[in-house]
């Protein structure tokens, strides 16, 4: 069992930075995919960001080269580095961790068996 919280969401303006943070619990952090998904109101779920022990990552191309994604293992947290920030960007983000394997394409969240509750984070224009 794995259980996952997250934080650093908050109010930003357009064009700025935040970072999130998503802190494991259990012995096993190191073997499972951790990911990153955002849901907007009335918006289905959708896949940001991806990354593997081995340091592999995977991103949407709406994110690709303005978020970053970046593990810990050691503390057992995985972090998203947003930069530019558009007002798209506002949703809850959430955390998730899966025995997703690194030749598998990890956009859909049925490959992930653990969830966080969730952070907010909202783009002023």
């Known amino acids: 069992q794995v259980q996952l919280v997250e934080s650093g969401g908050g109010l930003v303006q357009a064009g700025g930075s935040l970072r999130l943070s998503c802190e494991a619990s259990?012995?096993?952090?190191?073997?499972?995919?951790m990911g990153w998904f955002r849901q907007a109101p009335g918006k289905e779920r959708e896949f940001v960001a991806a990354t593997w022990s081995g340091g592999l990552t995977y991103y949407a191309d709406s994110v690709k080269g303005r978020f970053t994604i970046s593990r810990d293992n050691a503390k057992n947290t995985v972090y998203l580095q947003m930069n530019s920030l558009k007002p798209e960007d506002t949703a809850v983000y959430y955390c998730?961790?899966?025995?997703?394997?690194?030749?598998?394409?990890?956009?859909?969240?049925?490959?992930?068996?653990?969830w966080g509750q969730g952070t907010q984070v909202t783009v002023s224009s």
């Open positions: 998730a961790a899966g025995s997703v394997p690194a030749i598998v394409i990890p956009t859909p969240a049925g490959l992930y068996q653990y």
């Open positions: 259990g012995r096993t952090f190191s073997s499972y995919a």
